[in-house]
Structure formats: structure tokens, C-alpha cells
């Protein structure tokens, strides 16, 4: 999304660079996700469609399918049962991927149904204030905090469901990457999120950033398990054809006018 969103001290210079880039009829902008490119052309006085639309390219392999010993595995040296409902998440301990919220979703979630158990790896500076929210609101036995990890789709692969509770977002990887290995996703109608899932069938989109919407949400997928075992098929399918490598690469040369990837092997 448009760098002003994140008050960067350099946002207005910005601004007017791309401004004056976009008069030179030879350059050609880009965005990720569709709500970037018209937050970006609000932002820097565009016209509508100005900015065009590439989606990310997935690398198969980046969020690798492990075996379900690997999952029993790690669940267990985590403290985590075999059978229990996981609710998860991989971030940057950062405001803008608003972890107090994520953590007041998983109260609510907690309030809801005491069984299940909620898994966060990642790292960052909010990591202590996390530690604090968590024993403040009694969630001390539910809450594995995990760290960091380089095998995202096993830490996906032991999640029932992953839970994003971002502030701004441009097109999320991590909804990508959990799809990728057949896990259903929550997040917030920010950015790009809409673009990046399927609306009830490989995730849902929460209408407000809330403990209470975005616990409904997830709440209603960890109750529907026939639907959970559909994303496993649903979720690495809508990722190959949306996000498949190939067709962001010859997007991108067709965007420019260049010969196609295929065309020119």
C-alpha cells in the first residue's frame, strides 16, 4: 500500500518522485495486489487503472508440504497434542502486524472454546510487551511461543487454522504460504487480503479489525471440519493458478511489451 499509510518521514518526496516518474510515457508502474495500485494512484494523483496489476509469484518448495510424522513431531516437542485445534500465525513482532490484537482475538477465541491451543513464531522488538499481554489475560498454559523458523510450511502444517491481524498490508505471503500447504486463513479486510484467498471456501475475511469479528471467522472454520479438509486440495489449487510463478514472469514482460517467457524459449 501507499508508503504515506506507514508515516515514513520520507513519504511526501516520494510522493512527488512518482508523480514525476509517471509523466515519462516510457515508465510503467506496478503493484502487487489491486487495492495497492489504487491506493498508490489516490496517493500519488493518478488517474484509475494508471497503475497496473501483477500478482506475486509463488517458488513451489518455499512453503514446503511435510509428511504428517513431521507435523506429529514438532507438535509434540512444542507441548502440543495431537488432537488439539491449533490456531497460529508466523510475524514480525511489529506494530504493524498488531500482535496485541492478535492476542486479544485469541482471548476471545480462548472465551469461546477452551480447547483450543495457539501457536505464534516469529521475532521482534514487541516480543517482551507480547510475553506481558499473554500472562496478563490468562493465556500463559495456551500460548506456545514458538521463535523463529526457516521451515515455514511445516510451522503451517501444524496449525489448524493461521490468523492474521495486520494493520496494513500490501498482498500478505503468509496467507499465500499457508494455503500453499492446505491451511485456511483469517485476516482483516486490509490491502491486498481480499485478493489473496478464497472467501469461504479457503478462508475468510474479517469485515473489521476486532477481536470479536476476526474470533467469529476463525471460530467458524475450527467447527467446520469437513471444510478444513476441503482447503487441502482448495487452498495449494488456488495458489498454483493465481500466484504460479510463470504467468508473474511473463505478466510482467507482457505488461512491458516483451516477447513472453514461452515465446522466446
Not at 39 to 49: C, K, M, R, V, Y
Not at 157 to 170: F, H, K, P, R, W
Request: net charge neutral.
Amino acid at each position: 500500500m501507499a508508503i504515506v499509510r506507514r508515516a515514513h518521514t520520507a513519504s511526501e518526496p516520494m510522493r512527488r518522485a512518482y508523480e514525476a516518474l509517471a509523466t515519462n510515457p516510457s515508465i510503467k508502474i506496478l503493484n502487487n495486489s489491486k487495492a495497492g495500485a489504487r491506493d498508490n494512484e489516490a496517493w500519488i494523483g493518478l488517474p484509475s487503472d494508471s497503475i497496473g496489476l501483477v500478482y506475486n509469484g509463488f517458488v513451489p518448495g518455499s512453503a514446503r508440504l511435510p509428511d504428517q510424522a513431521e507435523v506429529i513431531d514438532l507438535r509434540r516437542r512444542l507441548g502440543l497434542k495431537d488432537t488439539e485445534l491449533v490456531v497460529g500465525t508466523v510475524m514480525r513482532f511489529v506494530k504493524e502486524k498488531d500482535p496485541d490484537l492478535w492476542i486479544d482475538t485469541a482471548a476471545a477465541i480462548y472465551a469461546e472454546l477452551p480447547c483450543v491451543r495457539f501457536l505464534i513464531f516469529g521475532y521482534g522488538p514487541l516480543e517482551s510487551a507480547m510475553i506481558e499481554r499473554i500472562k496478563r489475560l490468562g493465556l500463559r498454559d495456551q500460548v506456545v511461543m514458538a521463535g523463529a523458523t526457516t521451515d515455514v510450511g511445516l510451522a503451517f502444517s501444524a496449525m489448524d487454522v493461521v490468523l492474521m491481524t495486520s494493520a496494513i498490508e500490501g498482498l500478505p505471503n503468509v496467507m499465500i504460504e499457508a494455503q500453499a500447504v492446505g491451511r485456511p486463513v483469517v485476516a482483516p479486510d486490509v490491502g491486498g487480503t481480499r485478493e489473496a484467498l478464497v472467501e469461504g471456501v479457503t478462508g475468510r475475511i474479517a469485515s473489521r479489525r476486532s477481536p470479536r469479528r476476526l474470533a467469529r471467522a476463525v471460530v467458524e472454520i475450527l467447527k467446520d471440519e469437513p471444510g478444513r479438509r476441503r482447503v487441502l486440495t482448495a487452498g495449494p489449487d488456488f495458489v498454483a493458478d493465481r500466484f504460479d510463478l510463470d504467468r508473474m514472469v511473463e505478466a510482467t514482460l507482457r505488461f512491458y511489451g516483451w516477447a513472453s517467457y514461452g515465446e522466446s524459449q
